[in-house]
């Protein structure tokens, strides 16, 4: 009995000891695990970190494989039009749970004579990397040297002509999502380009995949240039009308930069033909605006205190009339890229850039102006809505909110351009890629 009462003290006294010795151990273990997650981070450089980050964090939605691939042709026509036609192909990766292979893009704007067309790499034009960060968990974006090769793609023949329904369409696609499908690395989807696929997929999907579109740090300088050199021309105009640049904040720094008005002025002669006949077959009157039409409408915006800078975003090449800058009203000082002389910045690009530069001066535009039958602008301001829409606005009407958008080839209620704002609600995307004078302020 005493033996046994001696051991069960013997027992009792030894259990704390035990517990103490596995904390430690587990506090060990913690650090070698913690030390070896952050060894890579302080070995690389802030530009090898992210995308460091981007290949090792698990996704968030399993869905998105980085084994399984999309592969779709060139994309091609004008920079909005391929931007929704990229758009269009991650979300058809995402739908078949795959990454989508890095696309070509088009540098130059043939619509007909496609061996004319210069492909150019999308990391050339947007950052790989940041899209990846912005959009983890939603879409991905694949380098072709993540392919091992190892089968043949498998061909997804796109349909064509009338029969071929968006019904019809989304039933193909399914039929290539696991199954047999899962044997191939890649699915190489043939036939029409992305743009002129049937389309199946929300306005605030496509919007989505806009904001994850961030320019390379090389054009961004470009379009800061611009921007600086049109403030600089407000803040001169409010100089020789005497007007102060507001007041001072408390740490001695001036008020916000000097604010600008952005018009996409469509009133080229291949646009004007285009849209007189657009007016004939719908029997609509709401479609092309003359350039007196267009100054009218402007002059009726009250956002913005006068003087103050109007920028237009004009294809110089095609316009006829070089006189867009005269014939404004008081207080309206109008700038193209000739006179506000920023023509070397945009000489020098391709195409596709030069349109990638005016479509960031309009997107941050205080006011923009654009035509509701333009795919530039519909996306200009759907990226201006959805970032309303992040601050919690969604309805401009009767206010000024800031980020104002008007249409001024639709009359609003007060005689002027209509207020517009992009319908988030919309089920696909048919509106913005080819127009409508349904727009409202909300």
Known sequence: MNI?????????????????????LLIVIVLIVLRAILSPFLAINSSEKEEFYESTVPDLFPGIRRDKFVEVPQIIWGLNNQKIAFARACLTARFLNRSLLMPSLSASLFYKEVDLLQPIDFDKVFDFSKFNARCHGFVRLARYSEVSNRSEPLKLQKGSGRRWTVERDLDQLQQFIGGKADDSEVIEIVGKHPFLWPDHWPVKDYAKIFDCLVLVPEIETEVVKVISKIREAGQRARHEAGIPHGKQRRDGSTNLPIPYVAVHMRIEKDWMIHCKKWEQQSNSHEICSSKEEIIHKVSQITDLRRPVVVYLAVA??????????????????AYEKKKLGVTDIYDRQPY???????????????????????????LVVLSRTERLYNLGKVSSCGENIGLSSYAYNVMGDDGGPQRWMTDMSDKNFQRLSYGTNNVSCH
């Open 352 to 378: 596709l850039i030069k349109s990638a530069i005016d479509f960031e001066v309009c997107s941050r535009a205080d006011v923009f102006v654009g035509n509701s039958f333009s795919t530039f602008s519909n």
């Open 4 to 24: 046994l009462l001696e051991l069960k003290h013997l027992k009792l006294f030894s259990l704390p000891a035990r517990p103490v010795i596995c904390k430690g």
């Open 316 to 333: 110089d090449s095609l316009l006829e009339d070089d006189s867009i800058t005269s014939g404004w009203r008081v207080g309206m000082v």
